[in-house]
């Protein structure tokens, strides 16, 4: 790779104050050894002559990035630039230098990319892992931040905890750089693992398809995959031939991991291993198709004025919409909207949408029968209201026995400004609505509440955003909540993400 194979450049100040085992070893200019914590003496890997296929393999990978960046630009626009997750494994390198070579080869037309590294702080080498590709990324002319987490507080999974922190890191880290696209390195390898763990865990046909390769992190900011169609060999085989020895984490190896002990068992049984990836090609083709049936019916009951999502947040369905579809779909898109109104990231249990689902349906029966226009009845589940009313279903946020959590602006995080341009500042509020900011950022204590914490609103309105200063005074709110308001109260400028959110994944979505 050219870029890591040139002459070394001039020392910045930064670099000649790193310590010396974060360098590695060099021959003629070329990063050959990774970092090693204490000793340095990390084994250097040695460049070998390149071939045909080290080149056509490393432009296959610059092609899956340039594919998926212009399929995440069609979902997310403008999607601004990418940031490349990169930790100094195998993977992650190689994303790095396909990354490298596909800007190169874009000139002027390639976005902005970003390189971050997350130090967990979880082994003594992190930090000299960090710094080494800190080295890379510079030699590809690419900037690089080391994002480190404080800590695990000793609650819950420890790897589960750390994999949360680290997308939290990246997202704010997008955030701060306008990036619309954070990039990792996971290849078809870890797919076939994760449909193992899922099945193991008792997942569904969709949870058992494995990894997407594009998702939501936020309403701003989509998560990539770009080599989940290639194997692991390849990306490891492009690294090799840059003669780069990649960071080495032990506990890739260690059985005491699910994801590790599946690898190993993968790894000495390829029969396991051939069935194991013909049953997540099965499962995927099955969420492909489910997925397109939901889209399809999604946009049906949109086209037909069955279902609308209101100025308030809430989705309102024809009490036939449920009528003449099969119960897994129908479960589908309960769940989708119960988490579109709630703003919570998981859905409700298969059990909890069953019963829910045969209640609306027995309802909705005896609508039918007697006519009755005025049929009432409410359920709460997964953080919404579910309500029967007269001839409509309304899933709508609840505010709960608690109520919803304040927003201090002081500690709300900016979404990517090109997210929403027309705001001064957009925060996430309740993980459901974009709002505007900006104007009450300046205010001591300004905090972002719901309407119903102010003890008004009926269950409609009652969790419609309302900015209050440091003494609780109103200062702004939605259209529907001014009303209930005293006057003066300034109009708050808010985006609902409900539709966004109900069909969030399937990647039809028009808005």
Same mark, same amino acid.
């Given at each position: 790779?050219?870029d ?5 450049p001039?020392?910045s ?18 990063? =050959? /050894? ?9 084994p &250097? ?6 071939t ?18 212009? !399929? ?24 790095? #230098?396909?990354a ?15 390189v ?6 979880l082994?003594?080498?992190?930090a ?6 800190? *080295? ?15 800590g ?7 790897s589960? !905890?750390?994999? *949360?922190?680290?997308?939290?890191l990246?997202? /704010?880290?997008a ?7 954070v990039?990792t ?7 076939v ?11 569904? =046909?969709?949870?058992r ?10 309403p701003?900011v =989509?998560? @990539? ?11 490891a085989?492009?690294?090799?031939? *840059?003669?780069?020895?990649?960071v ?7 059985? &005491? ?9 993968l790894?000495?049984?390829?029969? =396991?291993r051939a069935?194991?990836?013909r049953?997540l090609?099965?499962c ?10 939901l889209a399809?019916?999604?946009a049906?009951?949109?086209?037909t ?5 209101d ?9 036939? %919409?449920?009528?003449?579809? /099969?119960?897994?779909? %129908? ?37 039918d029968?007697?006519?009755n226009?005025?049929?009432r009845?409410?359920?709460s589940l997964?953080g919404?209201?579910?309500? #029967?009313?007269?001839? *409509?279903?309304?899933?709508?946020r609840?505010?709960g ?5 304040a927003?201090p ?14 705001? &001064? ?6 993980g ?14 300004a905090r972002?509440?719901a309407? @119903? !914490? ?31 308001? %005293?006057?003066?109260? %300034?109009?708050?400028p ?6 966004r959110?109900?069909?969030r ?7």
């Open positions: 790779m050219r890591l194979q040139g002459g070394r001039p020392l100040a930064d670099e000649r104050q790193r310590p010396a085992q974060a360098e590695g070893r060099r021959e003629g200019g070329k990063l =050959l /050894s990774r970092p090693s914590a204490g000793t340095g003496n990390a &250097a890997a040695r460049p070998r002559q390149k045909g296929r080290d080149d056509a393999s490393k432009t296959r990978l610059a092609d899956a990035i340039a594919a998926l960046y212009a !399929s995440a630009d069609r979902r997310l626009s403008p999607i601004g630039g990418i940031l490349l997750a990169v930790s100094g494994g195998p993977d992650s390198l190689a994303l790095l #230098i396909a490298s070579a596909w800007k190169r080869s874009a000139g002027q037309a390639a976005p902005e990319i970003r971050a590294t997350v130090d967990h702080r082994r003594p080498e992190s000299a892992e960090a710094a080494f590709v800190a *080295e890379l990324a510079s030699r590809c002319g690419l900037p690089h931040e080391t994002l480190v987490w404080p695990w507080d000793g609650a819950g999974n420890l589960a !905890s750390a994999r *949360e922190a680290r997308y939290e990246l997202v /704010s880290h955030r701060r750089h306008d990036l619309g696209l990039l390195g996971h290849h078809h390898d870890d797919d693992e994760t449909h193992l763990i899922r099945r193991e865990n008792g997942a569904d =046909l969709f949870g398809a494995g990894m997407r390769p594009l998702r939501w992190l936020g701003d =989509l998560l @990539g995959r770009p080599f989940l169609d290639l194997p692991r060999e390849m990306l085989t492009v690294v090799a031939a *840059e003669g780069i020895a990649p080495d984490d032990p506990s890739n190896r260690d059985p &005491a991991y699910d994801r590790a002990r599946i690898r190993l068992a790894g000495e049984d390829a029969k =396991l069935k194991a990836a049953d090609a099965r995927k083709e099955a969420r492909r198709r489910g997925e397109g049936a399809g019916l999604l049906d009951l949109e086209t004025g069955r279902l609308r999502c100025g308030g947040g809430a989705v309102v369905l024809d009490h036939t %919409a449920l009528s003449d579809i /099969s119960d897994r779909c %129908a479960g589908h898109l309960l769940s989708r909207a119960i988490v579109a109104v709630s703003g919570r990231a998981e859905p409700p249990s298969r059990a909890q949408i069953r019963d829910l689902l045969g209640w609306l349906r027995a309802a909705a029966i005896g609508a029968r007697s006519g226009e005025g049929a009845g409410t359920r997964g919404a209201l579910v309500a #029967i009313e007269g001839r *409509e279903i309304v899933l709508m609840e505010f026995r608690t109520g919803i959590p927003l602006l002081a500690l709300a995080e900016p979404l990517r400004r090109g997210f929403a341009p027309e705001m &001064a500042a957009p925060v996430l509020s309740d459901r609505a974009v709002v505007d900011a900006g104007s009450w950022t300046g205010f001591a204590g972002i509440v309407l @119903g !914490s102010l003890g008004l609103g009926g269950r409609r309105i009652r969790c419609l955003p309302v900015v209050v200063d440091g003494a609780g005074r109103p200062r702004a709110a939605a259209h529907a909540a001014r009303a209930r308001l %005293a006057p003066g109260i %300034a109009p708050l808010l985006r609902f993400l409900t539709r959110r109900l069909w994944d399937l990647f039809d979505e028009e808005a």
